[in-house]
């Protein structure tokens, strides 16, 4: 049985028609006109416990709608959503005991206290016993590089500090599920890796479901082996993440660092419909279709119009990928 499951979800929004100019104002304050929006149509989810699963799409697609009603924070319009046994807008105390989340504009720290009085509010909030906290603190801390925040109030903190500790605060009472919208927003790279691993070890330790919701998709390579893509509130794909790139991926890449190329490279690469190119100081692209050309012919066109120091061959990342799609506007 599945540990997360909506079926035929929908939320759909109410909202006020805008009139421009005074008179538009006038009747929209006296004579108001209502239009409906689903923000969510008709999905259906289903995630087994201990699953990863990034769920993406562009701005205004859907992400956190869904997510607010997976938490019990909306109440859907339409369908059934059930985690764990449970309705979560119907029995919400006994849901929030069992998910732990992450919104990247919210936080669950007190601004003016130190961490660590954040963390002991959450131990007794979530009733957790010294054994799991001081077992959760020993492992997790130390790897998300917080022990030296601890004393130090909440609003005195990088952004990068503040959302290690919103991570740590939402495994604290090792939740079966939890749920990430935009954990990594705004972060530095390094940031984003000690994140990253934290997510990875729970997982794998606690066997915790996690659904990730992000721009950053390298969050959801290295993270999920699952993924759910979103746009304008319908479900376009669902699937592993291997499955999706060899479906939707087409090209391969052949990347050349030069000491320097002739001109005439250009007119080679252009008359081939099957090749393109892209040139950034020393280093030259050649994106080409792997299903008409392979990489050896690729190379041999090319080869004599560079002087070559390096060469690999790569596959476009899921991020590449996922912006084709929606610039294309190619229903997956």
Not at 108 to 122: C, G, Q
């Amino acid at each position: 049985m599945p540990i997360i499951e909506a079926t035929n979800l929908v939320k759909r929004y109410k909202l006020k028609k805008r009139h421009e100019g005074f008179f538009g104002t006038m009747k929209d304050f006296f004579v108001p006109e209502y239009y409906y929006k689903n923000a969510v149509n008709n999905i259906n989810i289903k995630i087994n416990e201990g699953e990863c699963v990034g769920y993406i799409g562009e701005n205004g697609a859907g992400k956190s709608t869904t997510i607010k009603m997976l938490t019990g924070i909306l109440h859907p319009t339409e369908g059934e959503v059930i985690i764990d046994g449970l309705v979560p807008y119907k029995n919400k105390i006994k849901n929030n005991m069992k998910i732990g989340t992450v919104f990247g504009q919210r936080s669950a720290l007190w601004w003016d206290l130190p961490v660590i009085e954040s963390f002991k509010f959450n131990k007794r909030l979530y009733e957790v016993s010294d054994d799991i906290y001081n077992d959760n603190m020993k492992k997790y801390a130390n790897v998300l590089g917080i022990d030296e925040l601890l004393n130090i109030p909440v609003r005195n903190l990088s952004l990068g500090q503040r959302m290690k500790c919103e991570i740590f605060v939402a495994f604290l009472h090792n939740p079966k599920i939890v749920y990430l919208d935009e954990p990594t927003i705004g972060l530095d790279v390094l940031v984003k890796e000690d994140i990253r691993k934290v997510l990875k070890q729970v997982n794998k330790e606690k066997n915790t479901t996690i659904i990730l919701t992000t721009h950053d998709l390298r969050d959801i390579e290295e993270v999920c082996d699952r993924i759910i893509v979103i746009d304008k509130g319908n479900i376009l794909h669902d699937g592993k993440i291997n499955e999706f790139i060899n479906m939707f991926n087409k090209n391969r890449i052949v990347k050349f660092k030069v000491e320097s190329y002739d001109e005439k490279l250009l007119d080679i690469v252009k008359s081939n419909n099957d090749m393109n190119i892209e040139i950034d100081e020393g280093e030259i692209k050649i994106i080409f279709d792997k299903e008409k050309l392979t990489a050896n012919k690729v190379i041999s066109l090319t080869s004599e119009y560079m002087e070559i120091l390096d060469l690999s061959i790569t596959e476009p990342s899921l991020e590449t990928i996922v912006k084709d799609i929606y610039r294309s506007g190619r229903n997956v």
